[in-house]
């Protein structure tokens, strides 16, 4: 994740919020905040929005991301379930 303001996107999640990326489970807003700094940041990156859909799940997101990572490109889906007032409960981030 690009940006020193990680803060400003943990606020988006609930507070028992659960995120999946790469096969790791993060909990909450303490380990939100820990992978958004870590492994959301590691690489240099640029984002292209491809598709946005609605799924049982909630809304799905393709997106285009390259970088300096191994392979340079991965098409990724983000799948986010909200609670009542919007916020993030559940983010899946998964390679197409």
């Not at 340079?72 to 986010?80: I, N």
């Amino acid at each position: 994740m690009d940006g020193p303001e990680k803060h400003l996107v943990a606020e988006v999640f609930t507070p028992h919020a659960v995120v999946v990326d790469d096969g790791h489970i993060h909990r909450g807003t303490a380990e939100i905040l820990a992978w958004l700094a870590g492994a959301a940041s590691e690489f240099e990156t640029t984002s292209t929005w491809l598709e946005t859909r609605h799924v049982a799940e909630g809304t799905a997101v393709l997106q285009l991301l390259e970088g300096n990572f191994p392979g340079g490109a991965v098409e990724l889906t983000y799948t986010f379930g909200e609670d009542s007032a919007g916020l993030i409960s559940t983010l899946t981030i998964s390679a197409e």
